[in-house]
């Protein structure tokens, strides 16, 4: 069985770093001031190539997105940046529309082109029309089904075809939406979505500004225009059937904690489908995991959809079981103690989980110190403490607890 890439978000070095570390093929990541996931989302360039050398020397590849819509005042900076990226060897660069594409043809016409997802690619021609201009790899657009999807992969062997398996829905076509730029000038068409699509409506009618009807599904919530999540966890095997060569995990924005429980998750899953081939089935426990990171519930999108429809979520709120406690800094053999980076507030007697890439090591806080050796009752986020434990534990797992139960043991 072919394997495909597993692609992973990486917003920063440290994501990139926690993506390498779980098991990911490729990490895609937003350069300064040209990708579609404005500010925390981007990397500086010297972040970039210590990143590309990382990865490289992992034998995981990078890929940069420059998928802004590039107005004019945009060029200028592209022009700068792209033989800046060819020259720390990304390995290649995501565009949305064609300006971006001629300039990357006259700098560094060796760098390979991927076309995202933003350039609304739902057709066999479409696919063919870029695959004369030159481009290697296609994004999907998400509204495509795997029907849909294997034809094309069928038509067009010689294009390699991504698309998105896991992560947050919009509910704006490919996400071309002024929602968010209509309600607190933060557009999604410039990668800065605040994601008012999630938030509470009223319906207010203009004599009776006071009594405003609330727009309600259930007793708490309207969820009009609330898309759940996507993940395709539990159809792996009709995704690999359709043909496509990348398994793109959405999320730029979502948190170190996140990349690790997906890429953990979906490296198991895909590693025993190509190993296991019909004799494969989804395991309960990598569901189960990914209901740990925040999620608003999942759907499988438009995978088999005949139509063009969604789903809207349950809850308008994110479902949030688990949260990080922490990222191992370093393991001390001799004393047989971890130094953990603390992402939330910690408590003796609390319960965590170490998500080791094979398996999940668990942890009962007996006691604390602080780097003076100093016993801690508690520790917050941003401190570093050591705790006893008596396996080795590899620098960058990360560590978690329970939301409801402060960090207890939840059994
Ligand atoms: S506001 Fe919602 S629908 Fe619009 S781009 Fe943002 S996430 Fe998508």
Redesign the pocket.
């Known amino acids: 069985m072919r394997k495909p890439e597993l692609l992973i978000p990486a917003g920063n070095l440290e994501k990139l770093r926690t993506a390498l570390l779980y098991g990911a093929d490729a990490v895609y990541v937003g350069v300064a001031g040209l990708s579609l996931r404005a500010g925390s989302a981007e990397m500086s360039m010297a972040d970039l190539a210590a990143g590309v050398n990382e990865a490289h020397a992992k034998g995981v590849k990078v890929y940069a997105a420059a998928n802004t819509f590039a107005r004019n005042t945009d060029l200028e900076l592209a022009k700068k940046i792209i033989p800046e990226l060819a020259a720390i060897g990304i390995d290649a660069l995501i565009i949305s529309e064609p300006g971006m594409l001629r300039l990357i043809r006259n700098s560094a016409p060796q760098l390979p082109v991927h076309l995202s997802t933003q350039a609304n690619t739902t057709n066999i021609e479409a696919v063919r029309f870029w695959h004369d201009q030159g481009v290697k790899r296609i994004v999907l657009a998400r509204e495509l089904n795997l029907k849909e999807v294997g034809e094309i992969a069928t038509a067009v062997p010689e294009m390699e075809l991504e698309i998105f398996i896991h992560g947050a829905m919009?509910?704006?076509y490919s996400?071309r939406?002024y929602?968010?730029a209509f309600r607190n000038r933060r557009s999604?068409n410039e990668g800065d979505?605040s994601?008012?699509?999630r938030w509470e409506y009223l319906l207010h009618e203009s004599t009776r500004p006071d009594d405003p009807l609330i727009l309600r599904e259930d007793d708490r919530y309207s969820y009009l225009l609330s898309s759940k999540d996507l993940c395709l966890i539990e159809c792996l095997p009709d995704v690999l059937a359709s043909g496509v060569t990348s398994l793109k995990i959405e999320g730029r924005m979502k948190s170190t904690y996140y990349v690790a429980v997906v890429t953990r998750t979906y490296r198991q899953a895909l590693d025993a489908l190509t190993q296991q081939k019909e004799k494969y089935k989804c395991r309960q426990e990598w569901i189960d995991e990914l209901t740990k990171i925040s999620n608003r519930g999942y759907t499988t999108g438009f995978a088999f959809a005949e139509e063009k429809i969604n789903e809207t979520s349950q809850d308008v709120k994110y479902i949030q079981t688990h949260e990080p406690a922490g990222t191992v800094l370093q393991y001390n053999a001799a004393q047989k103690r971890i130094l953990l980076g603390v992402r939330n507030r910690l408590q003796t007697g609390g319960y965590l989980e170490l998500l080791l890439p094979d398996g999940i090591a668990t942890l009962t806080i007996t006691e604390m110190t602080d780097k003076n050796g100093n016993e801690l009752s508690e520790a917050h986020s941003g401190n570093e403490i050591y705790l006893p434990f008596d396996r080795q534990i590899p620098v960058g797992i990360l560590a978690r607890q329970t939301v409801k139960s402060g960090g207890n043991n939840p059994e």
Request: hydrophobic content about 35%; some cysteine.
């Open positions: 919009c509910m704006a996400g939406c929602l968010s999604a979505c994601q008012p699509c």
